[in-house]
Structure formats: structure tokens, C-alpha cells
């Protein structure tokens, strides 16, 4: 194979968004499909993302390679043939068979892809072995890669020593080098196949059967934990005891009513054009989605409207006499809302979950198929639940429930005060840093589906004031001791939680700022930097502790001797521990031996000493 010219360095038009390669996955060595996602035109980063997982990788231009062209050696000719004697002797009873042979033109590169990667191992073997980038070896890695061209007769060929995941192989299908073509390729239907539905190939949650099992089992909970803390009771021992109401009794039109119109109130909220709008983190595909961030308005708005039906007479104490029907009514709603998200995710170039397309549709429809449902360009579904009528109705019903206190005993409890003051802090706080949403595994991983709007509509609102509507039918009076006792794990839960949600988002937004320089940090293969200092070097998930610190607090509002009042804290230990887990496998196949060096500096996931 012989050489023309040195080397030229590559600009950033070798690659386009859309161009199918090979890749080397720096902490495993494995070599995995990847497309390029985008190309930045101002510091020439490229961003890739690997077809298997949705793993990203940025690679900076000085990590591309360069690109040299090659004459392909022609095909060696076989020695010719001896003939038989035989054959000779009957040469001229048969002149046809001793015509000399045509000669076979060289075989045309074809953009198949398939048959580019198979040419590629067979000239470097290297590829076929793997070339571990994993080794400890101080000798750079020398990585080829090779695109195929219009011409019939070159191939372009680079090799460069690297240190980072380098491209191994370029399985563009579009006609020669993009620096020569100067023009825009269009990606291939099978690459942005991939990119927008790529296949689920594993399960969580057991697969359909599990989760078959939730769907029936969430609102079983839901209205046990109505039914088991009722007026009379609420106790594990009187279980056998309860007595269901009629059916009617269970679902009303006004009921319903009100719950749509609390729904519609907050669709028209998230219309208004206030609060700044700011950008979601990187699509697979290269985009970056809008976000209006107006949570905040619409809990102040929500807020001064209650107050002023307050003044009208309205009753918000209606909230406790109807809280039956109104969970029945937000679930029926839910369930529609996931139908109608299910069938939305079947529209063209909808961007699906990466772990919501398995083609079973009970469970695609539970876990959520579409990762950002939106009407028209602006209305992102998931983002308005996750925020805005569960959680601020979560603030309101537990208002409702101190005003039913007030007017059967006379007096609000000062655990009720705590509870509805702990409780609209949180929410708050959550709308008031509804940036930070924008980043979390539920916006950027999670597809939208009937866990999500079952867990944002109706689990949200109605199991997590479980304490408030037990302080409505068994007041608790505690002492100034105790008070101070659930204060104190109430304050150093919410500083914890605050205080490691804006170190982490302000090192990620930006990790030269004055505080992020003070902390000490893991640098990785990948290029980004893990802090192993402060806050998160305490424990790998120190705002999940700080959490289950402040729902600890609510939980002790309502005494020490019934277990179910403590469901909330029980069941969210159980939620952090499993979603710490897959935080834990994500981050393990994204970065490799550099997460098991990080786990040996931050040893504990959640709790210090024990998990």
C-alpha cells in the first residue's frame, strides 16, 4: 500500500452529525457502533454517542485524527494455470478453451457498511483483537481509520498515536471525505433510526410481568393507605377491619370537575411567556430542547388564588371531604393521559426512550416510549407534570387538610404548622431551582408513561400528605423538646439536600468558577472530572440522603408508634436505594476503571458506614 502525501490535519468537516463509525470505548477497550451527534463550530469539539447504551463521548480536534490518501494496492494476478497434457492434446479439437483469459477488473470499494468493516479488519487486524486502550502501557495507542470515497480506486486512510477514545473507523455512507465534498450529508434512515428509536434490549422492574404487577399495585396502595388511616382508625391491626364504601362513593362529576380544572389552570400558567427560557441538556440527535421556567410564577399564582377564594368563602377544606373521589379522579386522568402519550410516540421522528422501545407494549407504556412528548414546539408534557399541578397541588391539599383541622377541633396542632411549613419549603425550593430538574435521569433518561404521570398526578399528591390527613383525625400535641428534635433533622436535611444540589450544578455548569476550584476532583478517561471532595465526598449521593432526612422529620410529626405514617419514609429509602443502584450501573459502563477508583475514595453510596 503505498502513500502519497504527509499527513493533513482534519477540520471539523471530516465528520458530520449523522456519520456511523467504529469507536474505542477508552475504559473497557471495546471497540462499539457509535454516530457523531454533533460538532461544535466554535472549540471543534465532537460529540459521539454510542448505539448499545446512548453513552456519549466528546473528543476535542487536537484527539481527531489526521488523514493521509492511499492508492490501494491492485489485486495480485494468479499464476497461471498448467495444463494438462491431456488438455494439450486436444487444443485444437477445442480452440475455445484455450482463449487467453479476460482480465478481471479490481473490485469497487462498495458503502456498504458492512462490507467497509469487514475490508478494514482484513488490512489491520489490530481492530478484530480489540485494541485495548485499557492497558497501563506509556506507549500511545495507534488507532486507523478508513472512509470509503466516490472513487473506484482510493481509499482514505488515517493513523494517528492517540490517548482517548479515538475513531477506529468510519462507517459514513455518504460519497467521499466531507473536508473534500464541502457539502452537508444527510443521515443515512438506518443511523437516524438508531439515534431517534433505538431498541431496549433489556428489562427493568422484572419486564412485563413486573411491571404489569405495578400498574395494578400503585393504585391498590394508594387507596389502601386512604382506607387504612381513616376517621375511626389507623392501624396495621384493624386492617381486617375496614369497610370499604359503596362504589359510588368513590367517584363523583364534581370531583372530577375540580381536578380538571386545577389541571387546566396550570396548562394555561405554563403558557405564559414569563421566567427566562432556558435550554435542556444534549438530545442524541444533536438538539437541545426549550424549557419555559415559570414553576415558580405558577406556585405564586396558585397561591394568591387560593387565598383570594378564601376571602370569597370558598371552602378549601373540600379537599379532605372529597380526597376519595379526587384519587380516583386523578388516576382515571392519568391513564389517559398515558394513552395518549403512547399513541403520540408513534408519530414520525419522535425521539423514544432509550429504555422504552422494546416492543412490548405493556411495558413500553408503562415505563414510557417517547422521552420528551410535547404539544407543538413548546409544551414539554413530562416537565409540566413532574412540577407543576402534583406538586403544587401536593401544597395545596395539605392546606386544605389544616383548614378541615381548624374546623373540627378548632385550632391548627403546631405538628400540622410544621408539616405545611416543611412541606411548602420543599416544593418551593423545587420550583424555585426548576433548572436543575432539566439534568436529572427522569427528564433526561425516563420516557414519559404511566409510571411518571401515574407517580407526578396521583402518588405525589395523595400519598405524601398521608401525615397531614392523619394529624385531620388524630391530633398530636408534642413537646417543645420534641419539636426542636424534628426541627433540627428537618434543617440539616434541607441544608444537606440544597447545599449538594448547587455544588454539583454549579460544577457541571461550570468547573473553573472560584468554588468549583476548591474542590478536589477524580479526572477520568472521558475527559470530565468526578468530585471526590466536600459534599460528595462524604457519600456518593449526599442530597439523596439529605431527602430522606427531611421526610424523616415529616414522619415524626405524627408521633412514634404507627408504622404507617412512617410509609413515606420506608417507601422513598427503598426509591433512593434502587435508583442509587442504577446510578451506580450507569456510571460503571460510562466510565469504566475510573468509576471503581472512585468508589474506592467515596465508599458509601447513601448512609455513612452502613450502604
Known amino acids: 500500500m503505498a502513500t502519497t502525501s504527509g499527513p493533513q490535519r482534519v477540520t471539523r468537516m471530516q465528520h458530520r452529525p449523522g456519520d456511523e463509525i467504529f469507536a474505542v470505548y477508552q475504559p473497557t477497550g471495546r471497540k462499539r457502533r457509535a454516530v457523531v451527534v454533533a460538532v461544535d463550530d466554535v472549540t471543534e469539539d465532537t460529540t459521539i454517542r454510542y448505539f448499545a447504551d446512548g453513552m456519549e463521548e466528546k473528543l476535542t480536534a487536537d484527539k481527531l485524527i489526521p488523514v493521509e490518501e492511499v492508492v490501494p494496492r491492485s489485486p495480485k494476478r494468479g499464476t497461471p494455470r498448467r495444463r494438462s497434457r491431456s488438455r494439450s492434446r486436444s487444443r485444437s479439437r477445442s480452440p475455445a478453451r484455450t482463449a487467453t483469459p479476460k482480465k478481471k477488473r479490481p473490485p469497487t470499494p462498495r458503502r456498504s457498511t458492512a462490507r467497509t468493516a469487514k475490508a478494514v479488519r482484513k488490512a489491520d487486524p489490530a481492530i478484530d483483537q480489540g485494541m485495548s486502550l485499557s492497558d497501563t502501557s506509556s506507549e500511545p495507542e495507534t488507532v486507523v481509520t478508513r472512509s470509503v470515497t466516490r472513487s473506484r480506486k482510493r481509499v482514505a486512510v488515517s493513523a494517528e498515536p492517540v490517548g482517548q477514545p479515538v475513531w477506529t473507523e468510519s462507517r459514513s455512507s455518504y460519497p467521499g471525505p466531507m473536508a473534500e465534498t464541502g457539502t452537508t450529508p444527510m443521515p443515512t434512515t438506518d443511523s437516524k433510526k438508531q439515534i431517534l428509536a433505538p431498541r431496549t434490549t433489556h428489562y427493568e422492574f422484572l419486564g412485563p410481568v413486573g411491571v404489569l404487577l405495578m400498574m395494578l399495585g400503585l393504585p391498590t396502595v394508594v387507596y389502601a393507605l386512604y382506607f387504612t388511616?381513616?376517621?375511626?382508625?389507623?392501624?396495621?391491626?384493624?386492617?381486617?377491619?375496614?369497610?370499604l364504601p359503596a362504589w359510588r362513593d368513590w367517584f363523583s362529576l364534581e370531583a372530577s370537575g375540580l381536578f380538571l380544572a386545577w389541571f387546566a389552570f396550570h396548562c394555561l400558567l405554563y403558557t405564559f411567556p414569563v421566567g427566562k427560557v432556558a435550554q435542556g441538556t444534549r438530545?442524541?440527535?444533536?438538539?437541545?430542547?426549550?424549557?419555559?421556567?415559570?414553576?415558580?410564577?405558577?406556585?405564586?399564582?396558585?397561591?394568591?388564588?387560593?387565598?383570594?377564594?378564601?376571602?370569597?368563602?370558598?371552602?378549601?377544606?373540600?379537599?379532605?371531604?372529597?380526597?376519595?373521589?379526587?384519587?380516583?379522579?386523578?388516576?382515571?386522568?392519568?391513564?389517559?393521559?398515558?394513552?395518549?402519550?403512547?399513541?403520540?410516540?408513534?408519530?414520525?421522528?419522535?425521539?423514544?426512550?432509550?429504555?422504552?422501545?422494546?416492543?412490548?407494549?405493556?411495558?413500553?407504556?408503562?415505563?414510557?416510549?417517547?422521552?420528551?412528548?410535547?404539544?407543538?414546539?413548546?409544551?414539554?408534557?413530562?416537565?409540566?407534570?413532574?412540577?407543576?399541578?402534583?406538586?403544587?397541588?401536593?401544597?395545596?391539599?395539605?392546606?386544605?387538610?389544616?383548614?378541615?383541622?381548624?374546623?373540627?377541633?378548632?385550632?391548627?396542632?403546631?405538628?400540622?404548622?410544621?408539616?405545611?411549613?416543611?412541606?411548602?419549603?420543599?416544593?418551593?425550593?423545587?420550583?424555585?431551582?426548576?433548572?436543575?430538574?432539566?439534568?436529572?435521569?427522569?427528564?433526561?433518561?425516563?420516557?414519559?408513561?404511566?409510571?411518571?404521570?401515574?407517580?407526578?398526578?396521583?402518588?405525589?399528591?395523595?400519598?405524601?400528605?398521608?401525615?397531614?390527613?392523619?394529624?385531620?383525625?388524630?391530633?398530636?400535641?408534642?413537646?417543645?423538646?420534641?419539636?426542636?428534635?424534628?426541627?433540627?433533622?428537618?434543617?440539616?436535611?434541607?441544608?444537606?439536600?440544597?447545599?449538594?444540589?448547587?455544588?454539583?450544578?454549579?460544577?457541571?455548569?461550570?468547573?473553573?468558577?472560584?468554588?468549583?476550584?476548591?474542590?478536589?476532583?477524580?479526572?477520568?478517561?472521558?475527559?470530565?472530572?468526578?468530585?471526590?471532595?466536600?459534599?460528595?465526598?462524604?457519600?456518593?449521593?449526599?442530597?439523596?440522603?439529605?431527602?430522606?432526612?427531611?421526610?424523616?422529620?415529616?414522619?415524626?410529626?405524627?408521633?412514634?408508634?404507627?408504622?404507617?405514617?412512617?410509609?413515606?419514609?420506608?417507601?422513598?429509602?427503598?426509591?433512593?436505594?434502587?435508583?442509587?443502584?442504577?446510578?451506580?450501573?450507569?456510571?460503571?459502563?460510562?466510565?469504566?476503571?475510573?468509576?471503581?477508583?472512585?468508589?474506592?475514595?467515596v465508599q458509601y453510596r447513601i448512609f455513612p458506614y452502613i450502604y
Not at 381513616?230 to 375496614?242: E, W
Open 229 to 243: 388511616c381513616s376517621p375511626t382508625t389507623c392501624s396495621i391491626r384493624d386492617v381486617t377491619d375496614v369497610m
Open 283 to 601: 438530545l442524541r440527535d444533536g438538539s437541545q430542547l426549550n424549557y419555559r421556567l415559570n414553576a415558580f410564577f405558577s406556585l405564586v399564582i396558585s397561591m394568591s388564588v387560593i387565598g383570594l377564594s378564601q376571602l370569597v368563602g370558598l371552602r378549601l377544606s373540600v379537599v379532605y371531604d372529597r380526597f376519595l373521589e379526587l384519587i380516583t379522579a386523578a388516576t382515571v386522568f392519568s391513564f389517559i393521559l398515558s394513552v395518549f402519550v403512547y399513541w403520540l410516540s408513534w408519530r414520525k421522528d419522535a425521539m423514544l426512550a432509550a429504555g422504552g422501545n422494546t416492543g412490548n407494549v405493556l411495558y413500553d407504556f408503562f415505563i414510557g416510549r417517547e422521552l420528551n412528548p410535547r404539544l407543538g414546539a413548546n409544551f414539554d408534557i413530562k416537565e409540566f407534570c413532574e412540577l407543576r399541578p402534583g406538586l403544587i397541588g401536593w401544597v395545596v391539599l395539605c392546606l386544605g387538610l389544616a383548614m378541615k383541622q381548624w374546623e373540627l377541633h378548632g385550632h391548627v396542632t403546631p405538628p400540622m404548622i410544621l408539616i405545611c411549613v416543611f412541606q411548602f419549603v420543599y416544593v418551593a425550593d423545587g420550583l424555585w431551582f426548576e433548572e436543575a430538574i432539566l439534568t436529572t435521569m427522569d427528564i433526561t433518561t425516563d420516557g414519559f408513561g404511566f409510571m411518571l404521570a401515574f407517580g407526578d398526578l396521583v402518588w405525589v399528591p395523595f400519598t405524601y400528605t398521608l401525615q397531614a390527613r392523619y394529624l385531620v383525625d388524630h391530633p398530636v400535641e408534642m413537646s417543645y423538646p420534641q419539636i426542636a428534635l424534628i426541627l433540627a433533622v428537618e434543617v440539616i436535611g434541607f441544608i444537606l439536600f440544597r447545599c449538594a444540589n448547587s455544588q454539583k450544578d454549579n460544577f457541571r455548569r461550570d468547573p473553573n468558577s472560584p468554588s468549583s476550584r476548591k474542590l478536589k476532583t477524580l479526572p477520568t478517561a472521558r475527559g470530565t472530572q468526578l468530585i471526590i471532595s466536600s459534599y460528595w465526598g462524604f457519600v456518593r449521593h449526599p442530597n439523596y440522603l439529605g431527602d430522606l432526612m427531611m421526610g424523616l422529620a415529616w414522619c415524626m410529626c405524627t408521633g412514634y408508634m404507627n408504622i404507617i405514617t412512617y410509609f413515606y419514609v420506608i417507601y422513598f429509602t427503598i426509591l433512593l436505594i434502587h435508583r442509587a443502584s442504577r446510578d451506580d450501573a450507569m456510571c460503571r459502563a460510562k466510565y469504566g476503571r475510573d468509576w471503581d477508583a472512585y468508589c474506592t475514595k
